[in-house]
């Protein structure tokens, strides 16, 4: 498994409502900078997997909010592969204070992999190198310490 560095977000004026709390859309948002990074970091960002002809559309996204989130607050947003068999792909969410370590947000996201022609396809027998790289970052055992 290749070490991911969380990512780092502060929050920006825009993204908090009237009173001052970051609004809930948002954290979708981040989670999918979040994945972004990750995948990037891993060496099959989105841009990659597009030249290679994969697409990587969400068909599921799902957030529980823990803790109030502030202006000019700052959050890593932690990602994990909690699930993965070369078609689907859940991966699983944790937005954390940076200072404190606060649990503010936890969350999953379930996508696919389509090819250019928007068919359904399967990494592991169409795109081996990448359904490799996924495979070793599927976590054991953290998609309960991502809930907690």
Known sequence: ???????EHRVQYYETDQMG??????????????????LRQ??????????????????????KYRA?????????IRVDVVEFNGITLRLAYRVEDRETGEVRC????RHCFLDQAGHPMSLKRSRREIY???????CTGNAQTMKK
């Open 21 to 38: 709390i970051v609004h809930h859309s948002n954290y979708i948002r981040w989670f999918e900078e979040a994945r972004t990074d990750m």
């Open 68 to 76: 109030m989130t502030r202006f000019e607050d700052m959050v890593v």
């Open 1 to 7: 498994m290749r070490k991911v560095q969380p990512y």
């Open 42 to 63: 891993i060496g099959i960002g989105y841009g990659e997997m597009e030249c290679r002809g994969i697409a990587s559309p969400v068909l599921e996204v799902s957030a």
């Open 106 to 109: 936890t969350g999953e996201s």
């Open 132 to 138: 490799e790289i996924l495979s070793r970052q599927v």
